[in-house]
């Protein structure tokens, strides 16, 4: 059952809108129901995900009433519901797939007005597993703050305000950007919602430390002073200024949460007809006419300062593929974000060492490994142009070329900053000597894995990095690669052991030299032997990485 095969254009004249609110939940029930046909997988993944919220959700209302008479109960209830309405704004933005119903794009060719439309997809969107996590934190939060008939009136009302002040901000969210969301870009978005995801992660585990120090939520009052007054905590906070007899301020803050849902709604409202009567990029022909580079050469811009030639040429296709291919550009965004976090969040709490800086080139020399399937099945425009060992080392020498050109200041850049933060600047030469070595055994090892255990990227889904059939090439590349750049890189990590051992510190900079002419050393041979290996195998790679 699809939008169209609901009677929609009858119930709209029927009952001025009244009639549509049935329909869309049928209608979104349908989706769902339709949504679990489609694959056993797809269905125990929802159970799963809703056995798991539902687990949640329990346990978040059991804590949430074991907090009732606490003195910092309020503190964490505002603050925690302003977690999960950022959720809300944010969400939309990275999964827009995750529920059709987002999607009002669908909708505008149908006769609906705008006004009746928002009342049935508000409704609507009271059905999924997000609204019900919502209300659960919602109720936990009123019977842990309420105390007094005043207090049990506001939390009535605060309830249902809070649940639909979440649910008008993500659609109003999702409808102002349903065109980006629906783009490429919009694609990028949510590849990249891992990166968000795990870079959230560290600043949660580091929040949490700092929290743990200074001598729990008492420190975090004066945020939820702040954060009390803003909707939709603010709804949650009249139950409490209700309970402490504040009865003006609940007014207030209940009001500006009415507030709040009046002005998501108008917006909702002003982009829902924005877009259903403005022409989208699909129906404007117009084209820019082209535009010539700015310098003497063909590649416009940074491009025009790399070589002549083949190695000029793929280190250009290279660097594209980083800021065009959605895959590629996630991996070095999150290997870049998560370079720079690990060294420099543990050197700020005081914990970390400056050689902590060395897992930068570690994160980013990773990126050399399965280079072939990164072209997936164009790949074979490459193989075309291969025809001896020669060739293969001159596409793979640029391959490592254009990484480079992001990976060495980057890898100074960290050193400096973490060196910068602990005020160690005595082991600053050789943690970069350290870096360098590590960066050309990863180059080297990255080479000979792409050529000896090539997998096939696929580029049908978002969180999918491999084919289901050469998951165990995967895992052999990337890990035993890194063994292997371990071992390789062995002698100067021995070299920097026996420094430290035999109180030598003085003598630590003879690591930057060692570790730079070592590491440029063991990247050039070991392209050299990949490229042999590159030559002989070609049939295989192909094979291998156009499976997806």
């Known amino acids: 059952m699809t ?40 269905r125990a993944a929802y159970v799963a995900s809703l056995v798991v919220t539902l687990l949640f959700a329990v346990g978040q209302v059991i804590g949430l009433v074991a907090l009732r008479g606490h003195a910092q109960a309020g503190t964490l209830v505002v603050l925690l519901t302003a977690v999960v309405a950022l959720g809300w704004a944010v969400m939309p933005l990275f999964f827009p797939s995750g529920d059709e119903t987002l999607d009002p794009s669908r909708l505008v060719m149908l006769p609906l007005r705008p006004r009746p439309l928002i009342g049935a997809l508000l409704v609507a969107s009271l059905i999924g597993i997000g609204p019900l996590f919502t209300l659960a934190l919602v109720l936990g939060s009123v019977i842990a703050l309420a105390h007094g008939p005043a207090a049990a009136v506001a939390g009535v009302i605060a309830v249902p305000l809070t649940l639909l002040i979440c649910l008008a901000l993500a659609r109003s969210v999702a409808t102002a950007n349903i065109r980006l969301l629906t783009s490429r870009k919009g694609r990028d978005l949510a590849v990249l919602s891992g990166l968000v995801i795990a870079v959230g992660i560290q600043f949660v585990n580091f929040g949490a430390q700092r929290l743990g120090r200074a001598g729990g939520l008492s420190s975090l009052e004066p945020a939820a002073d702040v954060v009390r007054w803003l909707p939709p905590a603010s709804a949650l906070g009249s139950v409490e200024s209700a309970s402490d ?44 006419p082209a535009r010539g580079s700015s310098s003497g050469t063909d590649r416009p811009g940074f491009f025009a300062l790399l070589p002549e030639g083949r190695t000029g040429t793929v280190m250009q296709r290279s660097l594209r593929y980083v800021v065009r291919d959605p895959k590629t550009k996630a991996a070095w965004v999150t290997a870049l974000a998560i370079g720079l976090i690990v060294p420099v969040l543990n050197a700020v709490q005081g914990a970390g060492s400056v050689y902590l800086a060395c897992f930068a080139a570690g994160m980013l020399g990773m990126q050399m490994y399965n280079q072939f399937g990164q072209d997936t099945s164009a790949f074979w425009m490459v193989a075309l142009s291969i025809s001896s060992a020669r060739d293969a080392r001159l596409e793979l020498r640029a391959r490592a070329l254009a990484l ?9 850049l960290v050193t400096v900053v973490t060196a910068a933060v602990l005020g160690d600047w005595a082991a600053l030469p050789g943690v970069m000597g350290l870096s360098f070595a590590l960066l050309g055994a990863m180059l080297a090892t990255g080479a000979m894995a792409s050529a000896l255990f090539p997998y096939s990227i696929p580029q049908d889904g978002a969180f999918k990095n491999v084919v289901p059939a050469q998951a165990g090439l995967a895992w052999i590349s ?3 690669g890194m063994v292997a750049a371990a071992l390789v890189s062995a002698p100067v990590i021995g070299l920097t052991v026996w420094l430290h051992v035999a109180d030598l510190q003085g003598w630590l900079w003879l690591l930057l030299p060692v570790g730079a002419v070592y590491g440029t050393a063991v990247g050039r041979l070991g392209l050299r032997l990949a490229a042999t290996r590159t030559a002989d195998r070609l049939p295989e790679i192909l094979a291998a990485v156009s499976k997806g």
């Open 245 to 288: 007899g504040a009865y003006g301020s609940a007014a207030v803050q209940l009001l500006s949460s009415v507030l709040a849902l009046v002005a998501l709604m108008w917006l909702w409202h002003r982009s829902l007809v924005k877009l259903m009567t403005s022409p989208d990029g699909s129906t404007i022909a117009a084209a820019e």
């Open 3 to 42: 939008v169209l095969d609901t009677p929609v254009g009858s119930a709209v004249p029927a009952a001025r809108g009244q009639g549509l609110v049935p329909v869309f939940v049928r209608l979104k029930l349908t989706l769902l129901r339709n949504g679990l046909r489609q694959s056993s997988g797809r």
């Open 478 to 480: 990337i890990f035993g």
């Open 404 to 412: 480079l050109v992001i990976t060495l200041p980057y890898t100074i």
